[in-house]
């Protein structure tokens, strides 16, 4: 069976996001803990059995302590928690790619459709303060940064921008700051990239929430054609239907989260026009506004 090869691209942050906001006194990891206490207490468990944690040193993270000595391995299991938790670009970043590697594990059902995330392409813009800490980041899961040029007036073509730096079959735009729910997301996904392959005139599906898929091939022919892409969402779809292809809109199924206390929740808004021909699901403007959103 042939592979299917997709290509991510995360952008900025969505409208409508959020920052953490720590109550007086309180640091980052302290917020977390609040807000997620429960699971904070599976995850001190899991360090005492897997990792071999002491006691005494999970009854002070319990309490929220800042500890700056201890076993590297523990360490890195705590900011994974913390920051799988915040609302920022490098969440994305690494649930992108820990799917990418679960789709490229043998066995499984990926045997039935060969679904390959091929690559991860994050465009941003200079941290102005010459700190290259997230680049580097990036660059270790193996996502491709692409640096944003801001000193061009006027709205930013992404597709137009970076299309020749696709090379799966189906693109995929989701936000910084999102959350993927591993095989969760693994499972949406086969379902979409089922009806692009049942359906060939299928080019654009958007979960009306906070991503949506391209048909690449789709894109292509409208730029041969010199069509020049908007950065709204509708616009596109617009252009699509025009060329004789076919939309797919679900209210029901987020390929992405982001969590309430982030201004998350869905966020669709009721105002915004749905695709002709479409159901009656509400399609978010786009939020490429905000491409270059540091996080």
């Known amino acids: 069976m042939n592979k299917i090869t997709m290509t991510a691209i995360v952008t900025g942050f969505p409208p409508g996001l959020r920052s953490p906001k720590p109550l007086p006194g309180e640091n980052l990891q302290q917020l977390v803990i609040r807000n997620h206490p429960q699971e904070w207490n599976n995850c001190l468990e899991r360090l005492k059995s897997k990792f071999h944690a002491s ?19 523990i360490r890195e299991q705590i900011e994974k928690f913390m920051n799988y938790r915040l609302p920022s670009h490098g969440r994305t970043l690494q649930g992108l790619a820990e799917i990418r590697d679960k789709l490229l594990e043998p ?29 580097k980041f990036a660059t270790s899961l193996g996502v491709t940064v692409h640096t944003i040029d801001t000193e061009n007036p006027g709205p ?40 692009f392959q049942e359906n060939p005139k299928l080019a654009l599906y958007s979960d009306s929430s906070y991503s949506y898929i391209y048909r690449t091939s789709a894109l292509r022919e409208l730029m041969a054609k010199g069509n020049t892409f908007s950065p ?3 616009d596109n779809a617009r252009m699509l239907q025009e060329a004789g292809y076919q939309l797919a ?14 201004g ?32």
Not at 274 to 283: P, W, Y
Request: hydrophobic share 35%.
């Open 232 to 234: 709204e969402l509708r």
């Open 55 to 73: 006691d005494a040193l999970c009854s002070r993270l319990k309490k929220g302590e800042t500890i700056t000595e201890m076993d590297p391995a």
């Open 156 to 195: 930013f073509d992404l597709i137009g921008s970076f299309l020749n730096h696709v090379h799966g079959e189906y693109l995929w735009i989701l936000p910084g700051g999102s959350r993927l729910s591993g095989p969760l997301t693994i499972m949406s996904l086969a379902r979409v990239i089922r009806s």
């Open 264 to 295: 998350g929740k869905n966020n669709r808004s009721n105002g915004i026009p749905t695709f002709q021909g479409t159901s009656s699901a509400n399609v978010r403007t786009s939020w490429w506004r905000r491409l270059l959103g540091i996080g």
């Open 107 to 135: 066995g499984g059902a990926n045997q039935l459709w060969q679904l390959q995330l091929g690559e991860i392409l994050w465009p941003r813009q200079k941290n102005p303060s010459g700190d290259m800490g997230a680049e």
């Open 249 to 262: 809109v679900d209210k029901n199924h987020d390929l992405v989260e982001i969590e309430s206390i982030y």
